[in-house]
C-alpha cells in the first residue's frame, strides 16, 4: 500500500490551464488563466505561488492581464538567476489584432522573488510568516512574439495549444522551445531559442509545417549531444521525430531534418471490433533518447493507454511496453513524468502522473537500466477528487539529486506534482524520494519513488508459493492414486470420490500384512470397517446366547462392509440371506469379492462364513449373472 501523500491546496479568483516550477527552484512555481477575451468580470492573470511547506500553497503576487485579450493557454517556465525566471505564455492578441493580421501569442514574463533576508531560515515554517519578512515578488511583461504565420482563414481562431522547453539542466542553461497551432487551417510547429536573460523577439530555429487539418497534440525535447536535440510531437493518429543542431553561440541552426520522421501510426480497428474508431495520442514525453512514452485515450472514452515507443535508427518505431491505468480513468485531461536521476550504470526510475477526467490522478513508475531496458509498469497510488472541476494541467517539479557523497547529513528528497483545474484550484502533492541501495551503503546512490526489487522480491514469493502449492498438490494426488490402487490406508478416503465404474474398474482394497506384528486387532477391525475377520472371531468367541448377527454388505461406493446387528429380523428386511441360503452362483460371486477385499481365502473355508447375512449389491449381480 502506498503511503499518505501530503497535499496543499489553493483557490485563487480565475479558471487555470497552465502551470509550472522553476527548473531549479522547485518553492516557487506560476500558473495563469482567465476568463478570456469577454466581459465576463473574470480576468485574464498570472500568479507566483510559494509551495515551500507540504500544507501550505501562498500566493506571492499576480499580474494582471488585458482583458480585451485571450486568457493564458500555455505557461512554461525558465529560470536564469537565482532571484528571478522567465516565464513564456501563450496568449492570443486580441480579436481586433488578429484580424488585422497580428497575433502576438508568445509572450515573455520576468519574475522576480522576495529578497530573501535570511537564507538559513527554516523553510518549513508557514510561507506567509517567512514572506512577511522578505518583501513582494514582481511579475512583468517584458516581450511578445508572433512566430506562427498569419492565418489564411476566414475566421481567425489560430491560438499557441501547445509550449514546450527543452528539459533544464545545472550544468547548461541552453534550452530550445517549440510552440505548435490550434485551431489553425494549416498547423504548424515553430521552434525557437528559449536562452536568454533578458526576454525579446526570439531566435527562430526551424519550422515544421503540418498536414491540413492535423494538429500537434504535445511535444518533447531530448538532447543527444552538446548542442544537438530532437523534438518528438505527435497528431491524433501519428508520432514524428524532428532533429536540429544548433549553435548558441552563433544564433543559428547549423543543421535540421529536412523533414520530419514518422515514428509511428495508430492501426486502423479490426474489420470485426465493435468501433471503428481509432485510439487517439493526447501527450508524449522521452523517457530516454531512443524511448518515448505515449498516452492516448480510446474511442468512446473507454479508457487509457500508455505504451513505450522504442525509436529505430530508421523506420518505424517498435511498441514495447503498455499499460491501462486505473479503470476509473475513462479519458485523459494531463499527463506529465519525472525523470529521477541515474546511477553510473546508467539505471534510472521515472515517475508518471495521469490525469483522469474522473478528476483523479493516478501515480505509476517504471524502472529502467541499458542492459534489461524497462520493467513492467507499477501502479504507486491513485489521488482521487482532486480537484472539483475538470483538471486542465499537471506539472512536476524538476529532481536535482543532493551532492555526493550522501550521508546521515543529506536533508530529506522530494519531487513535487502540480496540477490546476477550471474550478480555480491549485494543488501540490510532495512525494518523498529516497536513495537506493537503502540507507547509507553506498554514498553515491540515486534516489526513487519506490525501491527497485520490490516488483523482483514479489516474483520471487510469487514463484515460491506456486511450487509449494504444486508439491503438496502433487504429494496429494500420490497419496490418493496410492489409495485408490490399495497401496496405503485410507487416509484421504479417496476413493470415496470416483465415480462407481470408475471405481469399479480401477479402485483396490487395502490389505493389512498378517505378518506385521505391529499392527493391533483394534487397528485392523478400523482400517476396514470392522472388518469380517474381526467380527467373525468376536461372533466366534461369545456365547451362543450373546452371539450378534453379522452383515456383510457391497456398498457401490465403499465397498465391502461389515457391520454386527443385535436382532437378526432387522437384518432379513433389509433383504439379507445367510450364506447357507444363497443361491450357488451368489455365493461364488460373494467369494470372489471376499478374496478381493481381503476378508477371506480358499484356505478358510466356507464353514466360517455359515451362520453371516449377505446382502447388497454382490447379490444383485450374481443374479444378473445367472439370469445370463
Known amino acids: 500500500m502506498a503511503p499518505s501523500t501530503p497535499s496543499a491546496k489553493t483557490t485563487l479568483s480565475y479558471p487555470l490551464y497552465g502551470v509550472d516550477f522553476d527548473p531549479h527552484n522547485d518553492r516557487y512555481l506560476i500558473t495563469g488563466g482567465g476568463g478570456g477575451e469577454v466581459r465576463s468580470g473574470v480576468g485574464n492573470k498570472i500568479t507566483l505561488l510559494d509551495a515551500s511547506s507540504r500544507n501550505e500553497i501562498f500566493e506571492v503576487t499576480t499580474i494582471e492581464l488585458s482583458r480585451d485579450e485571450d486568457s493564458v493557454t500555455s505557461l512554461a517556465a525558465s529560470s536564469n538567476t537565482g532571484s528571478r525566471m522567465v516565464a513564456f505564455a501563450g496568449i492570443n492578441s486580441s480579436t481586433a489584432d488578429q484580424e488585422a493580421g497580428k497575433n502576438e501569442h508568445l509572450r515573455f514574463f520576468r519574475?522576480?522573488?522576495?529578497?530573501?533576508?535570511?537564507?538559513?531560515?527554516?523553510?518549513?515554517?508557514?510561507?506567509?510568516?517567512?514572506?512577511?519578512?522578505q518583501g513582494n515578488g514582481d511579475i512583468a511583461l517584458v516581450g511578445k512574439a508572433s512566430l506562427f504565420r498569419p492565418s489564411t482563414g476566414v475566421k481567425k481562431e489560430t491560438y499557441q495549444r501547445v509550449l514546450r522547453l527543452s528539459p533544464a539542466r545545472r550544468d547548461c542553461e541552453s534550452r530550445l522551445g517549440a510552440v505548435a497551432t490550434g485551431l489553425a487551417p494549416e498547423g504548424e510547429v515553430v521552434l525557437f531559442n528559449a536562452t536568454t536573460g533578458s526576454p525579446k523577439n526570439p531566435d527562430f530555429c526551424g519550422r515544421i509545417a503540418l498536414n491540413k487539418g492535423e494538429e500537434a497534440a504535445d511535444l518533447d525535447f531530448v538532447k543527444t549531444g552538446r548542442e544537438e536535440f530532437h523534438l518528438a510531437y505527435c497528431t491524433d493518429y501519428?508520432?514524428?521525430?524532428?532533429?536540429i543542431n544548433y549553435d548558441f553561440e552563433s544564433e543559428k541552426a547549423r543543421t535540421s531534418s529536412p523533414k520530419p520522421r514518422l515514428l509511428y501510426s495508430t492501426p486502423f480497428p479490426d474489420v470485426f471490433s465493435s468501433t471503428k474508431k481509432r485510439p487517439t495520442f493526447r501527450s508524449l514525453r522521452f523517457l530516454t533518447p531512443n524511448h518515448l512514452l505515449l498516452l492516448c485515450n480510446s474511442p468512446q472514452r473507454s479508457g487509457v493507454e500508455l505504451q513505450v515507443l522504442q525509436i529505430a535508427e530508421n523506420g518505424l518505431g517498435d511498441m514495447i511496453l503498455?499499460?491501462?491505468?486505473?479503470?476509473?480513468?475513462?479519458?485523459?485531461?494531463?499527463?506529465?513524468?519525472s525523470i529521477l536521476d541515474a546511477d553510473s550504470s546508467g539505471a534510472k526510475q521515472i515517475v508518471i502522473a495521469v490525469a483522469g477526467a474522473d478528476l483523479s490522478i493516478e501515480l505509476l513508475t517504471l524502472d529502467y537500466t541499458p542492459i534489461k531496458g524497462f520493467n513492467k509498469f507499477r501502479p504507486y497510488t491513485v489521488l482521487q477528487n482532486v480537484h472539483p472541476l475538470q483538471i486542465t494541467k499537471i506539472a512536476f517539479s524538476t529532481f536535482h539529486p543532493p551532492s555526493h557523497p550522501v550521508t546521515s547529513s543529506t536533508l530529506p528528497q522530494y519531487i513535487k506534482l502540480a496540477s490546476v483545474s477550471m474550478s480555480n484550484t491549485i494543488v501540490v502533492h510532495t512525494l518523498a524520494v529516497s536513495p537506493t541501495p537503502t540507507g547509507y551503503q553506498s554514498k553515491t546512490p540515486r534516489y526513487v519513488l519506490v525501491q527497485p526489487g520490490s516488483s523482483e522480491m514479489l516474483q520471487t514469493s510469487l514463484s515460491i508459493f506456486v511450487s509449494l502449492f504444486m508439491v503438496i498438490f502433487g504429494a496429494i494426488m500420490l497419496q490418493a492414486l496410492l489409495e485408490i490402487r490399495g497401496g496405503t490406508p485410507p487416509y484421504l478416503g479417496a476413493v470415496n470420490y470416483l465415480h462407481p465404474n470408475i471405481k469399479n474398474f480401477i479402485a483396490r482394497p487395502y490389505v493389512l500384512s498378517s505378518n506385521d506384528p505391529t499392527i493391533s486387532v483394534k487397528q485392523a477391525a478400523k482400517s476396514s470397517n470392522q472388518g469380517l475377520r474381526y467380527l467373525l472371531g468376536q461372533r466366534i468367541a461369545s456365547s451362543s446366547k450373546n452371539k450378534k448377527a453379522v452383515f456383510i454388505k457391497d456398498h457401490i461406493i465403499n465397498g465391502i462392509q461389515a457391520e454386527t446387528h443385535d436382532n437378526e429380523e432387522v437384518v432379513k428386511?433389509?433383504?439379507?440371506?445367510?450364506?447357507?441360503?444363497?443361491?450357488?452362483?451368489?455365493?461364488?460371486?460373494?467369494?470372489?469379492?471376499?478374496?478381493?477385499?481381503?476378508?477371506?481365502?480358499?484356505?478358510?473355508?466356507?464353514?466360517?462364513?455359515?451362520?453371516?447375512?449377505?446382502?447388497?449389491?454382490?447379490?444383485?449381480?450374481?443374479?444378473?449373472?445367472?439370469?445370463?
Do not use: C, M
Not at 599 to 613: C, D, I, P, Q, Y
Open 238 to 243: 501519428e508520432v514524428f521525430l524532428y532533429s
Open 573 to 628: 428386511r433389509q433383504g439379507a440371506k445367510k450364506w447357507e441360503d444363497l443361491e450357488s452362483h451368489e455365493r461364488e460371486n460373494w467369494k470372489r469379492r471376499l478374496i478381493e477385499a481381503g476378508e477371506w481365502t480358499v484356505a478358510e473355508g466356507e464353514s466360517v462364513l455359515r451362520g453371516v447375512f449377505f446382502g447388497g449389491v454382490a447379490g444383485v449381480v450374481g443374479q444378473v449373472v445367472a439370469g445370463l
Open 322 to 337: 503498455t499499460k491501462r491505468p486505473h479503470k476509473s480513468i475513462k479519458a485523459s485531461t494531463g499527463f506529465d513524468v
Open 111 to 133: 519574475v522576480t522573488y522576495p529578497l530573501q533576508k535570511d537564507p538559513e531560515e527554516d523553510i518549513a515554517k508557514s510561507a506567509a510568516n517567512t514572506l512577511e519578512k
